[in-house]
């Protein structure tokens, strides 16, 4: 039976990029080597990870005032990266409470330096994206969580303000248009939208670096990173080259104008399921519902054994919500086809 994968991550990706990975995993290019053993610093890996960095800036249209990496740690190691390399000693930021992992980088940022936390949707359980803030010119950086999986919300625009913007895009990188020259940092998890797990891109405008005084260890300095060219350590090979055959997979099915269109149309199929449903409802606000992460709940827990057991059945995978809300939570990422959301619309309308 066809699996249906609605994970939160790692996620679903393009079946044509199993297909390319699986093949250089027993033969990279005809090189009579896999791609899990070829050196990082072989004229094969090295054009691997220029074409991902340039087809990342491509997708964003970018220019070369910004650099892409491609780094390890998850966006965990970055919240700590972020601050180190903007913060001055003494210095303060600005922080946006949207979620569990925008807490996470407020609690690492607070090591740094003063945080303000400028709006927070905390005390309504995450079901919305604060929106009553301004952030002056006296913070180092502004942070915000683009995407929030664990609630269902999405930042739908970005303040105006002359400090460098952090943003984590782990969640809905690639997903849809953004002038992406408004920020200063976008980092992502891989294993969402663009990749397997292991790998973590980070793009970033050079000159907003080397501006704090700090001493930045080695493997925390973004400047060291780009001197040499996001290969500083031996990178994340596979992770590297499976995340270069999904961006190729994005562009030539339309680029990210066509990936927002196809994710529009999905989102939408499940949210007016939801909201003609009367056993289901959201946990989050209509005006700021993910396209990525739809979080919802049964309004009748009776039907809980019958709606599991539908799903299950019907080949769906991943559904459960995440431990810390409940309920259930369908990823609708880039890879996801809206056939796979109709089968799950379709169980919704049985029960």
């Given amino acids: 039976m066809k699996k249906h994968n609605f994970s939160a991550g790692p996620s679903i990706l393009p079946q044509e990029v199993f297909e390319k990975a699986s093949q250089a995993v027993l033969d990279f290019n005809g090189m009579g080597l896999s791609i899990l053993e070829i050196s990082h610093r072989s004229k094969e890996f090295i054009a691997v990870m220029e074409e991902a960095r340039a087809l ?32 001055k000693e003494g210095g303060k930021a600005a922080y946006l409470d949207s979620g569990s992992w925008a807490a996470a980088a407020i609690k690492e940022g607070k090591k740094f330096g003063t945080v303000d936390v400028v709006g927070s949707s905390k005390e309504e359980k995450y079901s919305f994206i604060p929106k009553d803030y301004t952030v002056g010119t006296e913070y180092d950086f502004f942070h915000c969580t683009s995407n929030n999986t664990i609630y269902g919300t999405q930042m739908k625009d970005f303040p105006k303000t002359e400090v460098p913007i952090v943003c984590d895009m782990s969640s809905d990188i690639f997903s849809r248009e953004i002038d992406f020259s408004q920020f200063g940092i976008i980092y992502a998890g891989a294993q969402k939208n663009m990749g397997p797990s292991g790998a973590t891109l980070v793009v970033v405008k050079k000159d907003i670096l080397g501006k704090t005084g700090r001493n930045i260890p080695s493997y925390l300095d973004y400047s060291l990173h780009i001197s040499k060219d996001s290969m500083f350590n031996t990178p994340p090979v596979f992770a590297v080259y499976c995340s270069l055959l999904t961006l190729q997979w994005i562009e030539n099915n339309g680029g990210i104008s066509a990936a927002e269109a196809r994710n529009n149309a999905k989102a939408k199929l499940l949210y007016d399921e939801i909201d003609s449903n009367p056993l289901f409802e959201c946990f989050s606000v209509p005006e700021d519902r993910s396209t990525m992460n739809v979080s919802f709940y049964l309004t009748d827990e009776s039907k809980k054994e019958a709606f599991d057991a539908a799903w299950k059945a019907a080949g769906i995978s991943g559904l459960n919500g995440h431990r810390s809300l409940g309920g259930y939570r369908a990823s609708i990422y880039n890879a996801m086809p809206i056939e796979s959301v109709q089968v799950l619309v379709d169980v919704m309308k049985s029960l």
């Fill in 56 to 87: 990342v800036k491509k997708l964003m249209k970018l220019g070369d005032d910004y650099e892409v990496l491609f780094l390890q740690g998850g966006a965990s190691l970055q919240f700590v990266m972020a601050p180190f390399n903007l913060m």
